[in-house]
């Protein structure tokens, strides 16, 4: 059993765009490696994921959309890192954004912004120009599960195309790194 597919059923990600958001299916050609599968939306959340499907967490990457400001100016940015670890977004992600406060976006904007469900965003589909800094363990996982969009069901992808997003940088991101 491939230890990020755990026990659901793949199937590629083009071929079933109602299973996606619809920013994530018109970014599709980004991520070619990309399959989805179905999952129960109340265990969406990565621990549960994980859990429920038997996916590895060391296999398993989150996103989240962070917020800081500089001279009233607000970014934006994805933070891509694995659920086996944490973020250094006070320290790493703050000083690479040029920014003096930083924190995770509220749950209203970050699913305004992105057009996803909240517990589904995702890096595939994120708005044009968005920095996405992927830590450099997601990339050294190799195939990882992300969230589709949506809380019902999930994408498995080959962790490179992650790095080769447009706006990517890969970073040593995690606590400790």
């Known amino acids: 059993m491939n230890r990020a597919e755990g026990t659901l059923s793949w199937s590629p990600a083009a071929d079933h765009p109602e299973h996606l958001a619809p920013a994530v299916v018109s970014s599709l050609p980004l991520a070619p490696s990309a399959r989805v599968a179905v999952i129960d939306p109340t265990l969406a959340d990565t621990a549960a994921f ?14 989240v959309v962070v917020a800081g400001k500089r001279n009233g100016e607000l970014r934006y940015a994805a933070v891509v890192v694995l659920a086996s670890s944490r973020a250094d977004v006070n320290g790493v992600v703050r000083r690479h954004l040029d920014v003096r406060k930083i924190s995770f976006a509220p749950q209203e904007d970050a699913v305004a912004l992105t057009g996803m469900e909240f517990g ?31 809380r019902a069901s999930k994408l498995v992808v080959d962790a490179s195309e992650l790095a080769a997003l447009p706006t990517a940088e890969v970073l040593a991101l995690a606590q400790g790194s």
């Open 50 to 63: 994980c859990e429920a499907y038997d996916s590895a967490p060391e296999h398993s990457a989150n996103c």
């Open 120 to 150: 589904g965003i995702t890096p595939v589909g994120l708005p044009d120009g968005w920095p996405v800094l992927v830590d450099e363990a997601v990339v050294a996982a190799g195939q990882v599960v992300i969230g589709s969009g949506i």
